[in-house]
């Protein structure tokens, strides 16, 4: 059961564009939200991060949107640039429980110069 | 001055044979992992790790054991490799209710 679905699987943006990418969850106990990003051979990096008490987080470029009643949240990098292209991955964690991470299936986004 | 770094970053065994991969963390964190990343990128949870509890993905067969000899280290150790364990390793750490950092990652191929 893929408790964190993640769309879409990979994404050609142009650059100076919006990338946007999609997930939703089924567990209500998971209460916090990061979004990690992944270059070829490199493990992943904590990119941004959000808890259900806000509907939306803003550093520089990406901003998440959260919609708690619909179990929703979303990635917007706005002014999309080559350097951004990498696989993102959303994530969830419950509170306790060893506070382990349960990934989406990852996006490939590519932005073209 | 890697904050959560793994030894070796390849592995390449045989079917059959035991291997461990090293994690070590200079963060002064109280809860490290191990995750499994497979050829489709698909990142999954196998264990949390802190001094006083450790938690097992229910999924994951008991040949794999995380071994802690330390609060700064967490090892992963295999018995018996077999083909479907060939993927990336990767570690991570945690203090309190903040994120996790990850290491640069183990890749392991069973031939």
């Known amino acids: 059961q893929q408790q964190v679905k993640q769309s879409p699987q990979s994404l050609i943006v142009q650059k100076g564009g919006i990338s946007i990418i999609n997930c939703a969850y089924e567990n209500t106990a998971f209460d916090y939200f990061p979004w990690y990003q992944q270059f070829p051979g490199k493990g992943p990096a904590l990119l941004i991060a959000?808890?259900?008490?806000?509907s939306e987080k803003k550093e520089g470029r990406f901003t998440i949107s959260f919609n708690k009643s619909a179990k929703q949240f979303s990635l917007h990098i706005m002014d999309s640039q080559p350097g951004d292209s990498a696989t993102y991955f959303c994530?969830?964690?419950?509170?306790?429980?060893?506070?382990?991470?349960?990934f989406g299936g990852g996006t490939r986004l590519m932005v073209k110069p | 001055d890697t904050a959560v770094s793994q030894t070796p970053k390849y592995l390449v065994t045989q079917m059959g044979n035991d291997k461990s991969i090293k994690c070590e963390q200079n963060?002064?964190?109280?809860?490290m992992y191990w995750y499994k990343q497979d050829s489709k990128k698909f990142l999954k949870i196998m264990f949390s790790?802190?001094?006083?509890?450790?938690?097992i993905n229910e999924t994951v067969p008991n040949r794999f054991s995380p071994k802690s000899p330390d609060k700064a280290h967490l090892n992963l150790h295999i018995n018996s490799l077999e083909l479907g364990d060939s993927a990336v390793y990767f570690c991570a750490s945690k203090m309190g209710g903040s994120s996790q950092f990850f290491g640069p990652g183990t890749r392991l191929t069973v031939l």
């Open positions: 994530a969830a964690t419950p509170a306790g429980a060893g506070n382990m991470l349960t």
């Open positions: 959000i808890r259900p008490d806000v």
């Open positions: 790790y802190n001094n006083k509890e450790l938690i």
């Open positions: 963060l002064g964190h109280d809860t």
